[in-house]
């Protein structure tokens, strides 16, 4: 019932925390921590789930790590500028929930996504375009070095570029706008 505004403060208190006996509040890429160093040490005991652990993410409150877990590589880049709403949290940084990818995908989760402004109800909806979208399955408005292609199947042959990002890509996925196919 005591909150801490460092980790470290309560670094003594870890095995017992794994006990599941306390409720801790822990601030993670917010004012009080830049860099998730400060709580990589607990990473294995919190992402096992097995205690209620109270961790603020980007605003959002979560009342168990194991939910953002997969986030804890991530939260100190800002490689990527997307507009991702996950669980009603809303993120700046699609790298942010890139990870959480499998559960999302899995559709164990009633996820709002906001790709690019548009509107996902859940992300198992986009997970799978990737395969689809090469094949040329579904019509793709792709822009690839200033040419407008139609459908996907055009520029299938760049899949392993887009991907890696070499390549600045305006497509449009479903109606969603992206700059770069990575995302």
Same mark, same amino acid.
């Given at each position: 019932g005591t909150q801490y505004s460092n980790w470290?403060?309560?670094?003594? +208190?870890?095995?017992?925390? &794994?006990?599941?006996s306390y409720t801790v509040g822990v601030t993670v890429q917010g004012t009080q921590y830049s860099n998730s160093k400060y709580v990589k040490s607990l990473h294995k005991h919190l992402a096992s789930g097995s205690y209620t652990v109270g961790a603020t993410v980007q605003g959002t409150q979560y009342s168990n790590w194991k939910y953002v877990k997969s986030l804890h590589n991530h939260l100190v880049s800002d490689s990527y500028t997307v507009g991702a709403t996950v669980q009603g949290t809303q993120y700046s940084n699609w790298k942010y929930v890139k990870s959480p990818h499998k559960y999302l995908a899995s559709g164990s989760y009633t996820v709002g996504a906001t790709v690019q402004g548009t509107q996902y109800s859940n992300w198992k909806y986009v997970k799978s375009l990737n395969k689809p979208?090469?094949?040329?399955?579904?019509?793709?408005? &792709?822009?690839?070095?200033?040419?407008?292609y139609s459908?996907?199947?055009?520029?299938?042959? +760049?899949?392993?570029? +887009?991907?890696?990002?070499?390549y600045t890509v305006g497509a449009t996925v479903q109606g969603t706008q992206y700059s770069n196919w990575k995302y």
């Open positions: 470290k403060y309560i670094k003594s +208190l870890h095995k017992h925390l &794994a006990s599941g979208l090469a094949s040329g399955s579904y019509t793709v408005g &792709a822009t690839v070095q200033g040419t407008q459908k996907w199947k055009y520029v299938k042959s +760049l899949h392993k570029y +887009l991907a890696s990002g070499s």
